[in-house]
């Protein structure tokens, strides 16, 4: 990836991190060096769930004295949707699927635009892939591509192809762009089928998506790269 | 340049290749996005408990802490 590519991945995912969501507004941002975007976005990161997690954990105690449905309720009724992601985090697997299954996926994809992977991948791993698939559709279809990217390593095989199934091919190049865990990207182009690889190209021309097909190619290995470049 | 929210913790130093200005910008939304996370917060808080089963109320404030 180019220096300044990367740049411009970083500062989407910071800008969408502050709750900028024009990315634009943080244009001086691709000025400044990727790895010292992505150190400052992790701190913020940071500083952003520590100042909640005390709460969190509360809430989490809380939810211990409630059924799945009530918990349900007041996630979708009360907390809104960052909190639900924070509270998330703190709910064992089998209570947060419990609870999962009785929220409608248009709410899940505000909230799973609000969580930070790494701190439920228990919770995402005990979720069936057809509802992951279809939380991603919803995700893409209101713009959540950078908030997707944060996913893309933490999703098993099935989840992942799930989700493929669900996206549209521009889909896939914004996501691509912005992926945490650049290298399973080869993985997912591998995961398409009946000619998707080669249309990426023509999508990229049609989409303006020219940079994030270039930066798509240079994760891709010699197979899938071919796959791709057959339809340039 | 001042790195600490009104309360609270303190924020992180921005990217020092930034300009002075650009990086008081960058400052000033991070202290605002922890501000509006601090307000809603509180908010949901507020509203959840009114949607906890009437014979709950008491354990579930007490283990939130309000």
């Known amino acids: ?232 | 340049m001042s790195t600490r929210a009104r309360s609270g913790p303190r924020l992180p130093e921005p990217p020092p290749s930034l300009a002075a200005p650009d990086a008081e910008h960058l400052s000033r939304l991070v202290a605002a996005a922890l501000a509006d996370q601090r307000r809603q917060t509180a908010e949901a808080v507020e509203r959840a408990i009114d949607h906890v089963p009437r014979l709950l109320r008491g354990p579930v404030r007490k283990v939130l802490g309000i």
């Open chain 1, 1 to 232: 990836m180019s220096a300044a590519l990367a740049s411009r991945a970083e500062a989407a995912k910071l800008a969408r991190l502050l709750g900028q969501r024009d990315a634009a507004a943080l244009a001086f941002l691709a000025s400044a060096p990727a790895d010292e975007l992505r150190r400052y976005r992790e701190q913020v990161t940071d500083l952003l769930y520590d100042d909640g997690a005390a709460i969190a954990r509360r809430a989490g105690e809380a939810a211990r004295l409630l059924p799945p449905q009530a918990i349900a309720t007041i996630a979708r009724d009360a907390l809104g949707a960052l909190l639900s992601a924070r509270l998330g985090g703190q709910l064992r697997p089998a209570t947060a699927v419990q609870v999962v299954a009785r929220l409608d996926v248009a709410y899940l994809a505000e909230v799973a635009a609000e969580l930070d992977p790494r701190r439920a991948a228990d919770v995402i791993a005990a979720l069936p892939p057809e509802l992951v698939g279809d939380v991603a559709g919803e995700m893409a279809r209101i713009g959540e591509h950078v908030a997707m990217g944060r996913f893309v390593m933490h999703l098993d095989e099935a989840a992942l192809a799930a989700c493929v199934e669900q996206l549209s091919d521009e889909d896939l190049l914004r996501i691509a762009f912005v992926a945490e865990g650049k290298e399973r990207i080869d993985r997912l182009v591998a995961g398409l089928r009946d000619g998707r690889a080669a249309r990426l190209p023509a999508c990229a021309r049609r989409s303006g998506l020219e940079d994030e097909l270039a930066d798509l190619l240079d994760h891709l290995g010699p197979e899938q790269r071919a796959r791709v470049e057959a339809g340039a």
